[in-house]
């Protein structure tokens, strides 16, 4: 029998109580649209952490859908992995952007911890994030961060027809973008 407590697993087996932190990852992205490369990533953190906190940004104009849709999608994914996913609106802290317009990634990481309400205990993102991963590592020396081989699936350019990249996105990806 297992109970819940926010950061902390208990597991009971045999008599024995066992106790057992949490461990929880981030990942950042548009999803615009969800496709089998964020399945694939999201696959990868779930092997890594307990609980995945998701930050959806938004791309403006570019963006298919709204936050809303892109939640409801990653809940949906939740449900078929029969995992945790805990998702968010991802905004830019104001003091993230330097004057020389360069993104503080160390205070991104601090920030999106704060949203989460407990301990990151690292970040999962794909190839052409490196960078990423090159500056938080000497900032958090503690944490886990895991970079993904970029995937010939990796496609930023979802744009027009759906039936284009059908077999790039799920089913219920590509219904609710022929619907709209």
């Not at 704060?114 to 000497?138: F, M, R, S, V």
Request: glycine share 8%; charged share 30%.
């Amino acid at each position: 029998m297992e109970r819940r407590i926010p950061g902390i697993r208990v597991s009971r087996s045999e008599g024995k109580g066992i106790l057992k932190l949490m461990k929880n990852g981030l990942i950042y992205g548009s999803f615009n649209p969800l496709h089998l490369s964020h399945i694939e990533l999201i696959k990868e953190g779930l092997k890594h952490f307990d609980t995945l906190h998701i930050f959806v940004r938004s791309e403006g104009a570019k963006d298919l859908v709204d936050y809303n849709t892109k939640k409801q999608w990653l809940e949906t994914l939740s449900g078929e992995l029969q995992c945790s996913l805990k998702v968010y609106p991802f905004v830019f802290p104001k003091d993230s952007i330097r004057p020389d317009g360069s993104i503080d990634l160390v205070r991104i990481f601090l920030y999106t911890q704060e949203q989460i309400e407990c301990h990151a205990d690292g970040l999962i993102t794909g190839g052409d994030k490196k960078d990423w991963i090159e500056a938080l590592t000497p900032a958090f020396p503690d944490r886990e961060f895991i970079i993904l081989p970029e995937s010939e699936l990796i496609d930023d350019n979802f744009s027009g027809d759906p039936d284009d990249f059908r077999d790039r996105i799920p089913d219920y990806v590509y219904r609710t973008l022929k619907q709209s």
